[in-house]
């Protein structure tokens, strides 16, 4: 219901509309069971790409399985087994509960799956994806740390955003501060979705 009716990474109000559209390609960072990868896949069509983030093993599990009941948009969806941060093909340690998984950067009894990070701007680089139309990024508080680099695929696309700010309180000023720096134009808004203190979600777009 949240997912496909309140549509929490969709920001459309008073005549500003921030989404993923057709032809689209949207970078999906927290892709978790697959359900928002699903309904990016559903918007942007035959023509459009979604590349959905996730490495715990037991959720990847889950939406290679969700995928599969889904056979058309599947193939619009990539999954990049990877953690999105700040550097690339960082050693990390993972455990796999669901949800409520957690990384760390020393291998423990319970952070026991070794996994290696990837930023944005090089999977773009190595995947040789020639533009990037709207970027979703809900990874658990490691936001500022994904955006906190050169972020050259913002810079040169000037992409919609939808950034979940709710993991900590330093994050709704710390995040919109990160990509207005970039001095590019960007207009920001907030959503909130649920009658908790979590999914508040910022949007952004150029102009």
């Not at 509960?97 to 799956?113: D, E, M």
């Not at 979703?136 to 950034?163: C, H, Q, S």
Request: with cysteine.
């Amino acid at each position: 219901y949240i997912e496909f009716v309140l549509n929490p990474y969709e920001y459309n109000k008073n005549g500003v509309a921030i989404k993923s559209e057709e032809n689209d390609i949207v970078i999906d960072a927290g892709g978790c069971w697959g359900d928002t990868a699903l309904n990016f896949a559903s918007k942007v069509g035959e023509n459009g790409k979604v590349y959905s983030f996730e490495f715990i093993p037991g959720n990847v599990a889950i939406m290679k399985k969700n995928f599969s009941l889904n056979a058309e948009l599947q193939k619009r969806i990539e999954i990049v087994e990877h953690p999105v941060w700040s550097e690339s093909d960082v050693k990390m340690y993972c455990n796999d509960f669901g949800p409520a998984s957690t990384i760390q950067s020393a291998y423990s009894s319970v952070h026991n799956i070794e996994i290696s990070t990837i930023t944005i701007d090089d999977l773009v680089l190595r995947k040789n994806i020639n533009k990037v139309d709207f970027i979703k990024m809900d990874i658990e508080g490691a936001e500022t740390f994904a955006l906190n680099v050169e972020m050259e695929t913002i810079k040169k696309y000037k992409p919609k955003l939808a950034i979940s700010v709710y993991h900590s309180l330093t994050d709704f000023f710390e995040i919109p501060k990160l990509i207005d720096e970039l001095n590019l134009g960007y207009k920001f808004y907030l959503g909130q979705f649920t009658h908790m203190a979590v999914e508040t979600v910022l949007y952004a777009k150029v102009g």
